[in-house]
């Protein structure tokens, strides 16, 4: 029995006024699977994620997140969704600790007007230790690395124990270790809380090795599948235009593309120099 | 000290001291909000739109803090609007509306017979001459916004630090931020008596920033902006009533040097505690 499609895009299209941010996408999530989205930016990843979050209502086509249209998922039903949003320098000065994050996770749970108490603390601790920085619960936000920031955005998105997670643009200000890094984490996570993780990535190299799902878009979906049958020349070519270089990741394909003109001739020249 | 103790019995003093501790309290607590934000700029729209319906309100002969509350929830509804609805920054929303609406009430102004000295108490404020009703009708009104404020402070956090998040959990983002500047927008209204439109903002925006420079946690920042605002208030009072000064600038004047005087302190490395 095929596995159950969590996320399912059938003929999705958004335009922002004459602007068609996505055109025509089909695509399908399914349960246990690591699926990354990549593409160049203004490729609608963004666009894409907000629709499934169901921030975004598409002008045609179908959406169903958890089987349903993710505009129509009740609060509780929310709780199956984890979100990671990208980072904003401005979260950095908040006033907040460590677990003062983690607790934002539970307020959908908790409703209107609760207060967060030592049940969602005790369930905010378990998850940090399960991410390894239970020892930064009391830190303040500004005193964090990018790193340990990034595992408590984590943390809040899964202390509910969601059957998804989505993550826009994790590694955007990560070196390249602390993205490997925060991949291998994810990829624990996956394993260990059997999660299905859907993130947005324009890191092609990281994704090669990591993802076991590749989604490539430039506004359509250029190819959908296994990272080695995706991320072939001819698809990166598609969504970076014909002067992209991207090098592999670990044990994945070694990808070359061609050369720009600009370094065929800083090639040339070092060539020709004695 | 004999003189404090007799300025003390007097029954106007003692209206304006109540009605400032009261203003600090509310513009405290909601100003927190305010800076975490970024909405400084709002106290400000709001204010001098608010001297649009006073203007309108003496012209007409309806009730001036009526007029002004009804003007300051417009322009706080409008950005609210114009905020979820269109492409346009609340800048720029506040800059449209304010403007719009306090050249309504100077148009208005032309036509006025009356005491033009009633609409500098309240372009100046000038809290010693406050009446009994509108001291009760603060109070209450006061109550009203600290209630609200305690009671969604966490949803409110939340859409503060990271709306998008807020949205996937499924709470309703616009409903909240509409109710939010709402919010403001009133407490702006009720402190007219004390510092006047021009110096309204003042209140909303210098307590809590300078709680933002030592507090460690959001109820740090709450107990800190609201103790820095009641004192300014307080402290400016009886300075402004020793000194034969205009309450609202006195008021500000003395938010400004705690301020600074916290700055100041901060910026010393031998006096750095932490």
């Known amino acids: 029995m095929p596995a159950l499609p969590l996320v399912e895009l059938r003929d999705v299209t958004v335009r922002f006024g004459a602007h068609v941010a996505l055109e025509r996408v089909s695509f399908r999530v399914e349960e246990g699977q690591f699926t990354a989205i990549i593409g160049p930016n203004g490729a609608g990843k963004t666009t894409l994620l907000r629709v499934i979050l169901g921030i975004l209502?598409?002008?045609?086509?179908?959406?169903?997140?958890?089987?349903?249209?993710?505009?129509?998922?009740?609060?509780?039903?929310?709780?199956?969704?984890?979100?990671?949003?990208?980072?904003?320098?401005?979260?950095?000065?908040?006033?907040?600790?460590?677990?003062?994050?983690?607790?934002?996770?539970?307020?959908?749970?908790?409703?209107?007007?609760?207060?967060?108490?030592?049940?969602?603390?005790?369930?905010a601790l378990e998850i940090l230790k399960l991410l390894e920085i239970d020892h930064l619960a009391h830190r303040r936000l500004a005193e964090l690395s990018g790193g340990e920031r990034q595992r408590a955005f984590i943390a809040r998105a899964l202390i509910n124990r969601p059957r998804l997670l989505l993550l826009d643009e994790p590694s955007a200000s990560l070196d390249p270790a602390m993205t490997e890094g925060l991949f291998a984490l994810l990829r624990r996570l996956q394993k260990e809380l059997g999660l299905t993780v859907l993130l947005v990535s324009h890191d092609v190299g990281i994704v090669a090795s990591f993802a076991d799902r590749v989604a490539c878009l430039a506004r359509r979906l250029v190819a959908h599948g296994r990272p080695q049958e995706v991320l072939t020349e001819a698809n990166l070519e598609c969504m970076y235009g014909r002067h992209a270089a991207a090098v592999g990741h670990g044990q994945l394909p070694h990808i070359v593309l061609p050369l720009s003109e600009h370094e065929k001739t800083f090639r040339n020249d070092q060539e020709r120099r004695p | 000290m004999s003189g404090l103790v007799e300025l003390l019995s007097y029954g106007f003093f003692q209206k304006a001291l109540v009605a400032s501790v009261v203003i600090g309290l509310v513009m405290g607590l909601v100003g927190t909000h305010v800076v975490l934000r970024n909405l400084a700029f709002i106290g400000a729209g709001v204010a001098h739109a608010s001297f649009g319906g006073i203007a309108l309100g003496l012209l007409l002969g309806w009730s001036p803090l009526g007029m002004a509350w009804g003007f300051a929830l417009l322009t706080a509804l409008g950005v609210a609007y114009v905020q979820e609805r269109t492409p346009i920054h609340e800048d720029t929303a506040i800059g449209i509306l304010f403007t719009t609406l306090m050249a309504l009430g100077i148009f208005g102004i032309g036509f006025y017979r009356g005491y033009a000295g009633d609409l500098f108490a309240y372009l100046f404020g000038n809290i010693l001459s406050i009446p009994e009703g509108e001291l009760l009708w603060g109070i209450a009104g006061a109550g009203a916004i600290v209630l609200a404020l305690l009671l969604l402070s966490k949803e409110f956090l939340l859409i503060a630090f990271d709306?998008?998040?807020?949205?996937?959990?499924?709470?309703?983002?616009?409903?909240?931020?509409?109710?939010?500047?709402?919010?403001?927008?009133?407490?702006?209204?009720?402190?007219?008596?004390?510092?006047?439109?021009?110096?309204?903002?003042?209140?909303?925006?210098?307590?809590?920033?300078?709680?933002?420079?030592?507090?460690?946690?959001?109820?740090?920042?709450?107990?800190?902006?609201?103790?820095?605002?009641?004192?300014?208030s307080v402290v400016g009072l009886f300075l402004a009533y020793v000194f034969n000064a205009p309450s609202g600038a006195t008021v500000v004047l003395c938010s400004s040097l705690i301020f600074f005087g916290v700055l100041v302190f901060q910026r010393l490395p031998h006096l750095k505690r932490r």
């Open chain 1, 57 to 123: 209502r598409p002008e045609e086509g179908e959406v169903r997140v958890l089987g349903k249209p993710p505009w129509k998922l009740t609060r509780k039903e929310r709780l199956d969704l984890g979100y990671v949003p990208q980072e904003f320098p401005r979260h950095r000065h908040f006033p907040l600790r460590v677990m003062d994050v983690v607790l934002m996770g539970r307020y959908g749970a908790l409703g209107w007007f609760r207060r967060p108490g030592a049940d969602d603390r005790r369930r």
């Open chain 2, 163 to 232: 709306p998008e998040f807020a949205r996937v959990a499924g709470f309703p983002v616009g409903l909240l931020n509409a109710l939010e500047l709402a919010l403001m927008a009133s407490a702006v209204v009720l402190s007219l008596r004390l510092v006047g439109v021009i110096l309204a903002s003042a209140l909303l925006v210098i307590p809590p920033a300078t709680a933002l420079l030592v507090a460690r946690s959001f109820g740090e920042l709450q107990v800190l902006s609201v103790v820095f605002g009641v004192g300014a």
